[in-house]
Every structure is written in C-alpha cells, then in structure tokens.
C-alpha cells in the first residue's frame, strides 16, 4: 500500500495541514547572535540547498527568504523526532528493502554524534535529518522547491560554488602566469571522516581541517596568479583559519552542496564523478591546462619524521612533471629559508584510487605524519600552512613556465 505509507509521510513532513501536532520535528530556540549557519553547524546538518529550504518551508510565518530569525522564538529544524521502536518501521514504510541498512546505519551514527554533544534530553528519541533520507524518497525531493532569491541566500548558495576564503575576503589577481589553468582541488577526508588523527599537547589534530585549511590558501594563491579554482571539498563557514587548533567537525560537503557519503569507497566515488564532471564540461571552454591536487596528511609511528612528498599516475609524463616540479621547488625553498636542513621528499607512483579515476593530470600530496611532534609543527603554525600553500604554488608556477618552454631547452 505504497499509497498509505505517502500519506503517513506527508503527514509527518507536516506537508499537508491536517495536523498541527509540531512535536515530530526537533526545534530549536533562537539565541542572541545566532544564525541559519551556525545552528546547522550546532546539529550537524550539512548547509546545502535543500536543508534552506526544508528551513523555509517548515518556518514559514517566522523567517523570512534572508532567513532571518527572531530571537528567543522555537524554530524546527529539518530533523524528524521518533520513538526509537519506531525506526525501523518509519523507514519500512518510505525506503526501499534493500537501503534500509545504509540509511540505519547513518541515522544511528548521526544520533550517536547528537548524543555527544549533548543535544538531545530525551536520549530514547531517534532523530532523522531529512537529508539522510531524501534520496531514498520521492516524497521528500518532490516538495515544491521554494523560490530563493535573496541576497543572503545568493551568498550562501556562492559558497556551494566558488572557494569561501571567508566573510568579506576578495582576491587580488596579480599575475596572470596561471590564467590558462584550471585547477580542481580535493582535500583529503571531511564530512564524516576526519581522515588521519594526531594529538598535540592533549589536543586532537584532525587530517581533514588542516589538509582543508591548507588546500583553500592554496586555492587563494592560484586564484591570484589568474587560475580557476574549484575546490571539490568544501566547507561553508569556515574559511582560510590562522588557529592553531583547527576545530574538528563534520560539516564540510562536496561541490555544490553535495552530502559526503559514510562509506569509504562512495566517498572516493562520489568526489572523482563529481572532479570528472567539472572537467569534461570545463575541457569544451577556453582554459588549456587542467590540473587535480589530492591534498593529504599521513599518519605513521609517532617517532617518523617525513619530508612533504608526492605521487603521481602511473604512465602519465606530465603527472609525473608537475610531481617534479614540485618537489623541486620544495627542495630550493627549504634550502632558500632553512639552509643546511637538507629536504628529502621523494617522487614516486601508486596504485591509489584517485590517481586511477581522476580525468585531469592529478598529483597527491602527502604533507608530513600528522602523529610526529616534529610534523606538527608543520601543521599547527599558520605560517608553516601558509607556506605549504604558497610552495605548492610556486612548483605549479614552474610546471606552468617550463611547459611553455619548448622541450629542447628544459634543463636536464
Ligand atoms: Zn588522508
């Protein structure tokens, strides 16, 4: 009775007036300072497109399109509350058998991650964030999309889009050695995964955000010497951080707002089609060059200091190049500022699933052992983030001028 169980839904969307029982969705009261971006961030909600408007939708007569909020006022966010015995059931009756275990799995890791932060008084609820559930229900993608079109929301949709460096940060073009690049930058891990995780004087160092604070300046840099930047990995709200403890979380989505799946293996899937798509349609446009960086932090024993290194894909030369170029340009900036240091990164190939599946030239960085004291210094010291950006730059500056270069006057 695929009919009834609609209905059941609709109802419990809230979607059709019968009921003005308010209690299936979790609220929230408005506090002084807070905003759309800064609840979501609070109860894990990804800032994408839908979640604005199921926020729209189910606080119609509160906000407004520029989401504004009146304090001290219950707002429901776009989670559904439900009897934990009633779980199974609830997604019986809107999900497909064979997705029910996926989809299970991701709500009960989302409200172990709720119950931590101590959001939830009465621990025998189950929350279900609507987008967890959306693709698995026509119902749900179906709702009348609302319109907007507000300043605000422009914004929050350009984040989606373009590098956020941050409120009110412009770039600068300076130069215009890279104009002819277009360069798709993934940060490794996010979402749900923090990646590798080191400790620092007590604290926690998790891989995604420095790897992500450091692909988004590298991003700045490129943008300033004329590049096209996409960054495949994205993070909403925050922008370049100059912290020394970059704050775990779990928020960032992939291009255009898109939900970093839990498992491992969709995760990669899922930013390679993405980084394919972007790049088949941008090789039909002007730019010549297209480059993708997998930016990473490793993590080995405690006791192993690593130089930054590189691998590039196997059978491709230019790959291999910018790989090169790279390293050597490390190798003349560690002898440039820390003379006498030596620098022993290396170049070479492996068999690594985006280096195989990603269409442009692709390199991945390792940047250091994110678990080695002597590492960490490399990561938590804003500057040392600053120049790893700003080295990487420059070694894709050098690909670029010695690819301009014809091939009998490069430097053996
Ligand atoms: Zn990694």
Not at 189 to 213: M, R, W
Request: proline share 3%; with cysteine; charged share 30%.
């Amino acid at each position: 009775m695929k009919n009834i169980s609609t209905l059941i839904f609709l109802l419990a969307l809230g979607v059709f007036s019968f009921t003005k029982e308010l209690t299936q969705y979790v609220s929230y009261t408005v506090q002084k300072g807070d905003r759309v971006e800064k609840i979501y961030k609070k109860f894990l909600l990804p800032l994408n497109n839908e979640n604005y408007e199921y926020f729209l939708k189910l606080n119609t007569k509160k906000t407004d399109k520029n989401l504004k909020l009146m304090l001290n006022v219950k707002y429901k966010l776009p989670i559904l509350k439900l009897k934990e015995s009633e779980l199974e059931k609830f997604l019986r009756s809107i999900i497909n058998e064979d997705s029910i275990t996926f989809v299970k799995t991701q709500i009960i890791e989302y409200n172990r991650d709720i119950n931590t932060r101590g959001l939830k008084e009465n621990k025998t609820e189950i929350w279900i964030p609507l987008y967890l559930i959306k693709n698995y229900t026509e119902q749900i993608q179906n709702l009348p999309t609302t319109n907007i079109s507000s300043k605000k929301n422009t914004l929050a949709r350009n984040k989606l889009y373009f590098p956020f460096y941050g409120e009110d940060v412009k770039i600068k073009v300076k130069s215009n050695l890279l104009s002819d690049y277009v360069f798709y930058l993934i940060s490794g891990h996010g979402g749900p995964d923090p990646g590798a995780i080191g400790i620092y004087e007590g604290q926690e160092l998790h891989e995604d955000e420095y790897a992500y604070d450091i692909t988004l300046r590298l991003a700045k840099y490129l943008e300033m010497n004329g590049a096209k930047v996409y960054m495949i990995t994205i993070d909403t709200i925050d922008g370049i951080r100059d912290d020394k403890f970059l704050t775990p979380s779990y928020k960032e989505v992939y291009y255009g707002g898109v939900v970093i799946p839990q498992n491992q293996k969709e995760r990669l899937e899922l930013s390679a089609k993405i980084l394919n798509e972007l790049y088949l349609n941008e090789i039909k446009g002007k730019k010549k060059h297209h480059i993708s960086i997998n930016i990473h932090l490793d993590s080995r024993s405690e006791e192993e200091k690593i130089d930054v290194f590189f691998y590039y894909q196997e059978n491709n030369e230019d790959s291999k190049f910018v790989a090169e170029s790279l390293r050597n340009t490390f190798e003349e900036q560690y002898n440039k500022h820390q003379p006498g240091r030596g620098y022993r990164g290396t170049i070479e190939t492996r068999n690594l699933f985006m280096l195989r599946n990603s269409l442009p030239t692709t390199v991945y960085i390792e940047l250091g052992n994110i678990r080695n004291r002597n590492n960490q210094i490399r990561f938590i010291e804003r500057n040392n983030r600053d120049a790893l950006a700003k080295w990487i730059c420059f070694g894709l500056i050098k690909y670029a001028k010695l690819k301009k270069t014809p091939k009998s006057n490069k430097i053996k």
